[in-house]
């Protein structure tokens, strides 16, 4: 039952605002939320990744027909490239999800998930939905359907190649078979158990496009003209599908304004055929339900009524529209707009309602201290009862799950008596105007740090690992703490339910609020993330244990790894005192030299304070456009064994945008160091026995048209420059000279990891120099064989491998080089920015060849 409780509690802060600084809306933003009370409508965009969604479709629903808009991205763009940093993989899939969740704060639209992991571009429908096991993530399309009810469905993509990738045509096969799932009470009947029931969606239509040399629009098919202005935002839907579509900085999406009109198209595929419009015949707005005409006429006249200069004039019309939405026979439209009447009554009213700390953190078995606010800044007759924190859960649970719940009521009092951290304060004192009420309470915390929920289990192949139900759909994690406000407002009961956020002023960006955080009792740094052995001598292996908490506590630590390694030492002890850091340095080698070994190095601690055993580090992102984003994996060392030899020691590093290779390069052998612009001229060149530009560096880089001279010159008089991809697409097409001869850089990939490798030129140095490259070592490689290859190259480029995705020719562009001078050129179009932090042996071998000083005869 404990567990089943903490499940349902999930429920009750669905509707709470995400931690972020507090929006006051406007008085254009109240009266379009009047007029939007009206609308009874949804529609749910399906599409496979963010920044795949049509954020001028999402505005123009919101905020002109101002349906209820939803968008459902298959993932959260994991396995996507990073423009602004060095985070990949589910990092990177953190950051998007917050880039996601700031775009539909500007245009309107809810933001939904399945557990499907964006493992990468993928070619083909078949192979994406085995990766992601299609009966799961279908589930989820299904479950979110059902919770939020469309009238229609809007897919970005047709489910064929025209799609243009297999997230995107597997997106669309998911969203036409849950159309029909979704009705039928025989699909997926266990989330009956949850509050949800069969919901047939009226019709489905793919928003055909014109973008990528790709037109797939028609006049024939339905037109609508989404370019309208409105004149209470000041902005038109163009304007506000840039700002909204601007939010995906990690993908460099930055777009300009369009102004003027902008026609969408459409192309049914399925429900009930229409002629002129998507919602055709669709009642929206009260008239749907008995009594609902009346409503109907009643925000009609408060609309009419309102007063730009006096908005809490329109609280009791509010009030009493409130009252007669309650009579509604209807559960959920009805709840959804008597939540939409509560935000404008608090707006109306001027009412602030906080809960705050200056905490940034706050640790397992601490306390903290929070302080609550409550201010009304009109004349409007408002009394704060009660304040409570993270209590009364039960209320938000569907009757239909309590049903199901024998002794519910006790089993929820048994586990609150568990958890001492409530407060709850009765006031009964009016909020006279423009008056703060606020108070301090101090709270034990009881909790254990939060991972974002999908990553807090270890994932499946190709999907997350959600086991609680009512997790699935969710954007990101609920409050750890929310305070409870019992009002009343001109005599009538409210609750406000606001989340516990810490507020601080940055002395450039003023008042600030982020997400609170829970933090485990010591946090463990590992200062090695990767450790590369050539033979089996040792090396050090050092961690730091930081303890968080207020109490002292002797604490024990161990170090665990695979068999085949000895440690020393393996274990130790400290006391766990808050400002004091424990060291601890282990000699870490293998027991007999394998090359190929791949393994962790896992250190944990135990102690009266931790909860369990612990071994979690502090992982922070925080960039300007997104909250900071506050988790914590495992302090883990990557061990790898590698048979490999280099030629040349020193090298200079041109940062892209954004990889791990100087880290990995170092664990090679190199010193790596990193070059300016100022660097780059032929005189410090002659230092390094190799260059290497990051990935995209000449995307991101302009300075780099300024150096072709030097370092055509550095590899003329004998250095090897390495330049790894870079791209020709919207994130910047490549306008400096990168190389000796001409070639051009095409989209062309092989996506398969373990795709087929030809040895193209067998006796080529690269491949035999100073280590004997093999078809073995292309085992083990992760996610990609290349992206975006050259193609069309001068003849005086030697094509390495040839490789293709099953089903393609057989492409030579991954890795071209080219004698020049005494030198080598080189452009890599291998996936070395995810193989060499994977630790794959093979691809560290040929990384060393490719930066070693050719030999004299065939360089």
Known sequence: MRNYLVALLVILSASVAKAQTPKALNSAEILLGIKKLKVIGSVLYIAAHPDDE???????????????????????????????????????????????????????????????????????????????????????????????????????????????????????????????????????????????????????????FNFGGNNTTSNDQLKMDVGAFNPLLGKSYGEIAAESRSMHKSQGFGVPAQRGAAIEFFTQTGGDVVKNDVAEGIV???????????????????????????????????????????????????????????????????????????????????????????????????VVKRVQLDSSFMIAIPDSVKRQMPNYEQAFKKEMAEQPYFIDTVLNRTLAPNQPVNFLRKISVRRRATDPYWIAKPMSTGTFTVDNQLQIGMAENNPVYTV?????????????????????????????????????????????????????????????????????????????????????????????????????????????????????????????????????????????????????????????????????????????????????????????EFLKEEDVTAEKLKQYDAVVTGIRAYNVHAWLSNAYEPLMKYVNDGGVLLVQ?????????????????????????????????????????????PNKITESDFNGWVQERSVYEAESMDANYVSIFGMNDAGEPQRNGSLIVANYGKGRFVYSALAFFRQLPAGVPGAYRLMANLLAKPPVEGR
Not at 99 to 122: H, M, Y
Not at 620 to 627: L, V
Not at 740 to 753: D, G, H, K
């Open 725 to 769: 991809y870079n791209t020709s697409n919207q994130i910047g097409p490549v306008k400096a000279k990168m190389s000796p001869y001409p070639f051009n850089i095409s989209r062309n990939r092989v996506t398969e990891e373990d795709a087929k490798v030809s040895f193209l030129a067998p006796a080529h140095p690269v491949l035999n120099y």
């Open 54 to 208: 049509n954020t001028r479709l999402l505005a123009y629903f919101s905020k002109e027909r101002m349906y209820r808009t939803g968008y459902l991205s298959m993932t959260r763009g994991d396995g996507g490239q990073n423009l602004i940093g060095d985070e990949q993989g589910i990092e990177l899939g953190l950051i998007r999800t917050q880039e996601l969740l700031a775009a539909r704060r500007i245009d309107g639209a809810e933001q939904f998930f399945t557990r499907a992991f964006d493992f990468g571009f993928s070619k083909t429908t078949e192979e994406a939905l085995k990766v992601w096991d299609k009966e799961k993530i279908l589930s989820d399309v299904v479950w979110v359907i059902r919770k939020f009810q469309p009238d229609f469905i809007v897919t970005r993509f047709p489910p064929d190649a025209r799609a243009g990738h297999g997230h995107h045509s597997a997106s669309a096969v998911l969203a036409r078979e849950a159309f029909d799932a979704a009705a039928d009470p025989n699909r997926f009947p266990e989330q009956f158990f949850y509050g949800v029931k069969p919901w047939q969606t009226k019709r489905i239509f793919w928003n055909t």
């Open 484 to 672: 409870k406000f019992s009002l009343t407002i001109e005599g009538e009961e409210f609750v406000f339910v606001k989340p516990v956020q810490y507020k601080f002023t940055d002395p450039v960006k003023g008042e600030l609020y982020q997400k609170l955080v829970v933090y485990p009792s010591a946090l463990i740094k590992a200062t090695n993330s990767l450790l590369l052995f050539k033979d089996n001598n040792s090396k050090k292996a050092n961690f730091i244990f930081s303890p968080q908490a207020n109490q002292k506590s002797k604490t024990s630590v161990s170090l665990n790894t695979s068999n085949g390694w000895k440690l020393n030492p393996d274990h130790g002890t400290f006391n766990l005192i808050k400002g004091e850091d424990y060291e601890l340095s282990v000699d870490v080698k293998p027991e007999k030299f394998v090359s190929g070994q791949v393994t962790y190095l896992q250190p944990s601690y135990t102690s009266n304070v931790a909860v369990g055993s612990n071994r979690q580090r502090l992982h922070k992102i925080e960039y300007d456009h997104i909250p900071t984003i506050t988790y914590f994996p495992d302090a883990l060392t990557k061990l790898v064994t590698v048979d490999v030899k280099i030629v040349g020691k020193k090298i200079g590093y041109i940062n892209g945008a954004g990889d791990f290779m100087p880290y990995c390069l170092q664990q090679l052998g190199y010193t790596v």
């Open 284 to 382: 929206t707005d009260w008239s749907r339900y008995e009594g609902g005409a009346a409503i109907n006429q009643l925000i009609d006249e408060i609309a009419a009524k309102f007063s730009a200069t006096n908005p809490s004039a329109s609280v009791k019309g509010l009030l009493q529209l409130y009252k007669a939405i309650e009579k509604i026979n209807d559960g959920d439209w009805k709840k959804k707009k008597l939540e939409e009447v509560q935000q404008l009554i608090e707006a109306c009213a001027g009412l602030w309602l906080e809960a705050t700390t200056s905490q940034e953190f706050v640790v397992t078995g601490d306390s903290l201290r929070l302080t609550v606010n409550a201010i009304n800044r009109t004349n409007t007759a408002i």
